[in-house]
Nanobody, 118 residues
Framework: QVHLVESGGGLAQPGGSLRLSCAASGILFDTYVMGWYRQAPGKQRELVATITTTSTTNYADSVKGRFTISRDDVKKTVYLQMNSLKPEDTAVYYC????????????WGEGTLVTVSS
């Protein structure tokens, strides 16, 4: 059974930092593209960042230069380092795994809430 478990969310002040983690189990982690998405209240879920199996990264324009995605294939974990946080970063952050072989398959975590407020 596949599980993606996010952690590290919470309350941060504007300008502060948080580090999210997503621990995976039940998948061949190093064969999956991993990503972080977020959904703010009343808005659609949107891409934050992705990292390929060769650690090529992609970021939404709104987070470029502030957020960094990374992965540890031994620990089967993907991270999102968030710096210079803004109130508009407030959202539920979700981890996603996309299989790179065979039929398309994706898995989602249940999300972790990030609130940026003074």
């Amino acid at each position: 059974q596949v599980h993606l478990v996010e952690s590290g969310g919470g309350l941060a002040q504007p300008g502060g930092s948080l580090r999210l983690s997503c621990a995976a189990s039940g998948i061949l982690f190093d064969t999956y593209v991993m990503g972080w998405y977020r959904q703010a209240p009343g808005k659609q879920r949107e891409l934050v960042a992705t990292i390929t199996t060769t650690s090529t990264t992609n970021y939404a324009d709104s987070v470029k230069g502030r957020f960094t995605i990374s992965r540890d294939d031994v620990k089967k974990t993907v991270y999102l380092q968030m710096n210079s946080l803004k109130p508009e970063d407030t959202a539920v952050y979700y981890c996603k795994a996309d299989r790179t072989w065979g039929p398309a398959m994706e898995y989602w975590g249940e999300g972790t809430l990030v609130t940026v407020s003074s």
